[in-house]
């Protein structure tokens, strides 16, 4: 059974950082897309950022040049990390990946999610 366990969110301060994990547990299974979205009150799941098998980093607008993406591949986990942070960021941010077993069966998972606060 395949789980995300995500890490990292809190309340911080207008201009702080944050960093966010999630990793991947289970066995024989491999990863080939990895992703962070956020849903804030009242607005839909929206894609911050991702990884696709290209490897080629993708960035909402909205957190281009503020936020990155980063994977570490042996311990099958994603990073987010958040700079200049705005009230706007404010959110409950999920982690996905798109997992094929090695039966190469694929499927979706997502993380349970984190709450970022970001306010004054």
């Known amino acids: 059974q395949v789980q995300l366990v995500e890490s990292g969110g809190g309340l911080v301060q207008p201009g702080g950082s944050l960093r966010l994990s999630c990793r991947a547990t289970?066995?024989?299974?491999?990863?080939?897309?990895m992703a962070w979205y956020r849903q804030a009150p009242g607005r839909q799941r929206e894609l911050v950022a991702d990884i696709p098998t290209n490897g080629n980093l993708n960035y909402a607008d909205f957190v281009k040049g503020r936020f990155t993406i980063s994977r570490d591949n042996p311990e099958n986990t994603l990073y987010l990390q958040m700079n200049s942070l705005k009230p706007e960021d404010t959110a409950v941010y999920y982690c996905n990946m798109r997992i094929q077993t090695t039966a190469r069966e694929r499927f979706n998972r997502w993380g349970q999610g984190t709450q970022v606060t970001v306010s004054s």
């Open positions: 289970g066995r024989g299974f491999s990863i080939y897309y």
